[in-house]
Nanobody
Framework: QVQLVESGGGLVQAGGSLRLSCAASGSIRSITTMGWYRQAPGKQRELVARITTSGDTNYADSVKGRFTISRDNAKNTVYLQMSNLKPDDTAVYYC??????????????WGQGTQVTVSS
């Protein structure tokens, strides 16, 4: 089992910045990819950014150039630095981790979510 705890959400004006953190605990061995997803009311949950153990990253087109994902493997923590925030970024942000438990078998874990609200 893996537990994920997010922090850093809040209310910010358009153009401002926030830094989200997600700390993993429990059965953290074999965690591979970690990432951030978000879900706005009435919208589908979407990938924001993800990062592999080796540091390879992937971003949604809507956040490229504004958000940066990073990872501290020793601390089992993933971060999302969000800059030049827009009202469309308003959503609940969820931390995600993928853990390989057996060959061809993996499990997804989710944090409780942290609210990000961007005012115009």
């Amino acid at each position: 089992q893996v537990q994920l705890v997010e922090s850093g959400g809040g209310l910010v004006q358009a153009g401002g910045s926030l830094r989200l953190s997600c700390a993993a605990s429990g059965s953290i061995r074999s965690i591979t990819t970690m990432g951030w997803y978000r879900q706005a009311p009435g919208k589908q949950r979407e990938l924001v950014a993800r990062i592999t153990t080796s540091g390879d990253t992937n971003y949604a087109d809507s956040v490229k150039g504004r958000f940066t994902i990073s990872r501290d493997n020793a601390k089992n923590t993933v971060y999302l630095q969000m800059s030049n925030l827009k009202p469309d970024d308003t959503a609940v942000y969820y931390c995600n981790a993928v853990r390989v438990v057996l060959p061809s078998i993996s499990s997804n874990y989710w944090g409780q979510g942290t609210q990000v609200t961007v005012s115009s």
